[in-house]
């Protein structure tokens, strides 16, 4: 950007891939922005970004205004932006518009998504919190990865995934489907369905396989597949593409 001053009336286009956090700290991952996406500015600084250049970055966080809150426009979620990150926003020249899928066309482009995610798993990566960006992602991440790879957005959370999918019980079972997992109140893991009883997803440390991997859905598998079996909430078929603007 020319000048640094930010707008809550003007869409912004990610230049790179940028972090958002969680909190103004900016101390923990709450998403990512890849190179491309739009967002919005919800509140912006106080005093404004009114000096060019990366002196107006600087006097601001000498100001002790750390962060930005912003919403990324595709999937609507919410966060923080690191103030020092707003130098890797351009104006963006057209506002961004929700693609429309039938449900036939987003069966015609699941086995890209399936492939993104095998191609995923072949890279060296860990889970990561909050990660929706190559090599290393969290779980609702990953399938968003996946099926943004195709043009199709889902919402950010696992449990506003299994809310947007419809629900289907297992005879209704087909790859490209979604597995989730959590307690009964709320999805809080979810997984790729490839058939035969197996699942792709991206699990952490302490229970998982620390990043991307194969597992069955199935008491007889081992020790990892076995834990999010016991935890196993149900199945939803993507039926269309996140239309932007259904803010949870």
């Not at 020249?93 to 399936?114: G, N, R």
């Not at 990566?125 to 960006?133: A, F, K, M, P, S």
């Not at 629900?167 to 079972?173: A, R, Y």
């Not at 035969?196 to 991997?213: A, P, T």
């Amino acid at each position: 950007m020319a000048n640094y001053q930010l707008s809550d009336v003007l869409e912004y286009r990610t230049r790179s891939h940028i972090n958002i956090y969680d909190s103004p700290k900016c101390d923990r991952l709450a998403t990512q922005a890849a190179a491309g996406r739009h967002l919005r500015v919800i509140h912006p600084p106080q005093p404004p970004l009114v000096k060019g250049g990366r002196d107006g970055i600087d006097s601001l966080v000498q100001g002790g205004t750390t962060a930005v809150m912003v919403r990324l426009c595709e999937d609507d979620y919410p966060g923080w932006l690191d103030v020092r990150d707003v130098e890797l926003l351009d104006v963006a020249h057209t506002v961004y518009h929700p693609e429309i899928f039938s449900e036939a066309e987003i069966i015609e482009k699941l086995p890209t998504v399936i492939n993104f995610a095998h191609q995923a798993m072949k890279q060296s990566n860990y889970y990561l919190w909050g990660g929706t960006v190559a090599p290393n992602y969290d779980c609702s991440g990953l399938m968003q990865a996946a099926f943004v790879s195709t043009g199709i957005w889902l919402p950010r959370d696992a449990y506003q995934q299994e809310a947007f999918t419809k629900p289907i019980s297992i005879t209704c079972l087909e790859p490209g489907d979604l597995v989730f997992f959590g307690t009964p109140e709320k999805a809080t893991h979810v997984g790729l369905y490839l058939g035969d009883n197996r699942y792709i997803h991206s699990s952490g440390k302490e229970q998982g396989r620390n990043g991307i991997g194969l597992d069955i859905l199935s008491e007889d598998g081992d020790k990892v597949s076995q834990a999010y079996y016991r935890q196993l909430r149900g199945y939803g078929k993507v039926v269309g593409s996140y239309q932007s603007g259904n803010r949870e």
